[in-house]
């Protein structure tokens, strides 16, 4: 079993920046693809953005490229997704989300974290 707890949330002017952390269960990691999601009210989860935990490729959604930055602290089991130029359009709530390398279906999920992004 993955454990995923989410950090890092609040509320931020648009432009400003935020940072999310994930902190994972170490049981298996490295046979594991983390990632973002979110969903904002009255719509449907939507990818952000993942990386392949072992090897350190990642994928981005197109509407956060060049803005959001998703790394991970091997050492600390530990996933961040750097958010720089927020926009409102950001504003939801940010699950992290653990699938197994070679599956399409995301099977960890942690509680989620509100990020609030205001004009």
């Known amino acids: 079993q993955v454990q995923l707890v989410e950090t890092g949330g609040g509320l931020v002017q648009a432009g400003g920046s935020l940072r999310l952390s994930c902190a994972a269960s170490?049981?298996?990691?490295?046979?594991?693809?983390l990632g973002w999601f979110r969903q904002a009210p009255g719509q449907e989860r939507e990818f952000v953005a993942a990386?392949?935990?072992?090897?350190?490729?990642?994928t981005y959604a197109d509407s956060v490229k060049g803005r959001f930055t998703i790394s991970r602290d091997i050492s600390r089991n530990t996933m961040s997704l750097q958010m720089d130029a927020l926009k409102p359009e950001d504003t939801a709530v940010y699950y992290c989300?653990?699938?197994?390398?070679?599956?399409?279906?995301?099977?960890?999920w942690g509680q989620g974290t509100q990020v609030t992004v205001s004009l």
């Open positions: 989300a653990a699938k197994r390398r070679g599956s399409s279906s995301w099977d960890f």
């Open positions: 170490p049981r298996a990691l490295a046979y594991l693809v």
């Open positions: 990386v392949v935990w072992s090897s350190g490729p990642s």
